[in-house]
């Protein structure tokens, strides 16, 4: 039950819920505590007063003093040493009359007010401020009052011998503890003394204690009150905040978030603020992407089905042979465009994906370069007797961060371009060149027939149409792909045509490591 009621909460109220659990422990504890501490601190100072008693009727009968008032004046006058440091000792005989007093005697400096007179009369406070600490079966009546001789006349008929009383009377700045016990000689009880001490020091001790616990439990409180203010201001609300913002995201609403106040801040909030709201401009980059590539690529595969809906119904009502074959071959030509279209969008999603978990690392790519060159070369030497070249500014070392089979991908695009534009038994040259030591050029030189187009920057983009004849055996991606892989290595591409001869330039940089 706790556990669901606790997941049900918001952080700021689990947190105060459990504190209040906490602090409700240790109050019940402490209540505990101090319920038990006074009982305890009475109860060491009573020990002390039967130990006296103890000792005091071991002398009585040692000394064979008898319980009457003269007796007990020479024996408080002789051993005056054994109540020095108790407030008032008083001697009662078996008929419960008063036979000496220390008080009277004035043997203790820390003497009574009272009067020997006013003895039997001495009540104790109301029921608020009377405690009685151990009854030991004594009766003392329901009246809200009680006399010392009440007290003494109770215990001397509860018949409890040898059993000692201690109670308490708590008045105004005025804390007593009295302990009463009988004495026995001869197996006769023939008196009873009762020592009385100021015992401020318990009280004041409770009451340090209690002072103590109260302020401790404040500033505990006002310390969770503050922590809790901290908490729910500098980091529940922007949580909250955050989550807003992903709701939003959620409910493609892109105007209702806001964070860029917690994207100031340096701490963690702040990180992942900025984390959120990068891998979230992603995300929409993406979908964009996806959805326009996704228009891009039903637009491109709807001219080659028009062309083959058109080239399909004239080939069903010709008979002209050649005008046959001719719209045969534009079947042929639409069939291969949509293939390739196809298998082209299908790896540039493979492409996508495998990106997203591949990771850079330092290599050098005049290697990478070569291996590619020999590759193309061993293709299409024989071929169609191109010849691919490597060249590079005899500089050593052509580091970057990258990715070594996109540097592949990239090389062997523009490769499959050139050799594209260019006819047979001519020359394409690769050259790699150090330029201030921070970046790298890449060129890849052929001797087609250049670029026509004044804005070459559109070549790039996806499904540009201005292809050579064998049109479909080009998806109009590869380029779009490469400039993807280069961006993605933080370089940039570009397409001139050659100033030297005739033909095109692409121009790949890179920065070095």
Do not use: W
């Amino acid at each position: 039950m706790f556990s669901v009621l606790l997941k049900n909460l918001s952080i700021l109220k689990k947190f105060l819920l459990i504190n209040l659990i906490f602090f409700t422990i240790i109050g019940l504890f402490t209540f505990l505590y101090l319920k038990n501490v006074q009982p305890n601190l009475i109860k060491k100072k009573s020990s002390n007063h039967i130990e006296i008693i103890n000792n005091t009727i071991d002398n009585l009968n040692r000394l064979e003093v008898k319980f009457i008032e003269e007796d007990i004046r020479k024996f408080l006058f002789s051993t005056r040493f054994l109540f020095q440091n108790l407030d008032r000792v008083i001697f009662f005989d078996n008929e419960l009359n008063l036979v000496g007093d220390t008080d009277t005697l004035d043997l203790d400096p820390r003497s009574f007010s009272k009067r020997l007179d006013l003895v039997e009369l001495e009540v104790l406070s109301d029921e608020k401020t009377k405690e009685i600490i151990e009854t030991k079966n004594i009766d003392i009546g329901n009246d809200n009052t009680v006399s010392l001789k009440d007290i003494l006349f109770n215990y001397a008929g509860s018949k409890n011998y040898g059993i000692p009383f201690t109670f308490t009377q708590d008045e105004f700045k005025k804390f007593k503890l009295t302990t009463i016990k009988n004495v026995m000689k001869d197996d006769n009880n023939v008196g009873y003394i009762a020592i009385s001490e100021n015992a401020n020091d318990v009280k004041a001790a409770i009451n340090e204690r209690k002072t103590f616990i109260i302020r401790t439990a404040i500033a505990v409180g006002m310390v969770i009150i503050i922590f809790s203010f901290v908490l729910n201001r500098y980091f529940l609300k922007p949580i909250k905040n955050l989550v807003s913002y992903t709701k939003t995201i959620k409910d493609k609403n892109l105007k209702g978030g806001n964070i860029d106040s917690l994207k100031l801040r340096n701490d963690e909030l702040g990180l992942l603020s900025n984390s959120l709201d990068d891998m979230t401009l992603e995300l929409q980059k993406r979908i964009s992407h996806a959805e326009n590539f996704s228009t891009d690529l039903v637009h491109e595969i709807r001219n080659p089905l028009a062309s083959l809906k058109s080239a399909s119904e004239i080939l069903h009502d010709t008979n002209d042979i050649d005008q046959r074959i001719k719209l045969i071959n534009i079947l042929s030509h639409d069939v291969q465009r949509i293939e390739r279209l196809i298998t082209d969008y299908s790896q540039m999603l493979k492409d996508e994906v495998a990106l997203s978990k591949e990771k850079t690392k330092k290599l050098d790519i005049e290697p990478i370069i070569k291996s590619v060159v020999d590759d193309f070369n061993n293709i299409y030497k024989v071929k169609r007797g191109i010849d691919i070249s490597y060249k590079n500014d005899g500089k050593n070392n052509y580091f970057i961060n990258g990715i070594e089979n996109r540097i592949e991908q990239i090389i062997a695009n523009l490769l499959d371009n050139a050799i594209s534009f260019s006819e047979d038994n001519k020359n394409i040259v690769v050259k790699v060149s150090k330029k201030n030591n921070k970046e790298i050029n890449i060129d890849v030189l052929d001797e087609g027939q250049g670029f026509k187009e004044k804005d070459t920057n559109k070549i790039f983009k996806r499904f540009y149409s201005n292809r050579p004849d064998k049109f479909g055996q080009h998806s109009g991606l590869g380029l779009n792909i490469v400039k993807n892989l280069v961006d993605l290595h933080n370089g940039s591409i570009k397409a001139t045509n050659r100033i030297d001869k005739k033909g095109a330039r692409m121009e790949v940089i890179l920065p070095t490591v």
